[in-house]
């Protein structure tokens, strides 16, 4: 049981790179999300997808797409990724009538 | 604007010694308060409170909500080098038949041997 992994642990790219960061988990939990962690700033929400087959903006979603690709996966993707978006990003997991988060270890990523 | 705030923003003791930490919260449609620790990596999950006044105890951690007041406090007695992490307080929010976390900034305790 492994929770919640994501991948890649670190990832370094250019100004106006994409990439997209994986997450999964298998606890069968419902409800997804994913967060940006930034010094002075706390845990802010990228977007959450509630159940399979939706999603929504969380505070923070301008140059973010995700897609859930089932009810284990939930993707982020930069299209063009900027400097401000150098930070840790967590992916995390809960049943819906709770809000007990699981994250996953994060990923590092500078943007230069 | 939903509002965690947590304070203080960082604490230095010494171990053994008790420490409080703070959480405050302005929020709408307040649905319960978690406390989370994070220390390299992933915060793990320490409590969840939604009643004013039951104290939530773990060992040497123990933590209470007053819903009067909107804030709640974790108590760490006889602190350890391992206790050493930030501390993240966040408060669920019902959104739309939806519940989302609003996390506070943080408070980073540090335990000198």
């Known amino acids: 049981n492994a929770g919640v992994t994501q991948t890649p642990k670190f990832q370094v790219l250019k100004t106006g790179q994409s990439m997209t960061l994986q997450c999964a988990q298998d606890?069968?939990?419902?409800?997804m999300y994913w967060y940006r962690q930034d010094p002075g700033m706390g845990l802010r929400l990228i977007y959450y997808?509630?159940?399979?087959?939706?999603?929504d903006k969380g505070e923070v979603p301008n140059g973010y797409n995700v897609s859930r690709l089932n009810k284990r996966e939930f993707s982020l993707r930069l299209e063009s990724a900027a400097p401000s978006q150098t930070s840790v990003y967590f992916c995390a997991s809960s049943v819906q009538t709770t809000g007990i988060l699981f994250f996953g270890p994060g990923t590092r990523l500078t943007v230069l | 604007e939903d509002k965690v705030v947590q304070s203080p923003l960082s604490l230095v003791v010494h171990e053994g010694d008790t420490v409080t930490l703070n959480c405050s919260y302005e929020?709408?449609?307040?649905?319960?308060l978690l406390w989370y620790k994070q220390e390299k990596k992933a915060p793990t999950f320490l409590f969840m409170l939604t009643s004013s006044g039951i104290e939530k105890k773990s060992g040497r951690l123990s933590s209470i909500l007053d819903k009067k007041e909107l804030f709640s406090i974790l108590n760490i007695t006889a602190t350890q080098t391992g206790d050493s992490a930030i501390y993240l307080c966040a408060v669920s929010i019902s959104n739309f038949g939806n519940e989302k976390l609003t996390f506070g900034t943080g408070t980073r305790l540090t335990i000198i041997p």
């Open positions: 997808s509630a159940s399979e087959g939706t999603t």
């Open positions: 929020v709408t449609n307040f649905r319960s």
């Open positions: 606890m069968n939990h419902n409800s």
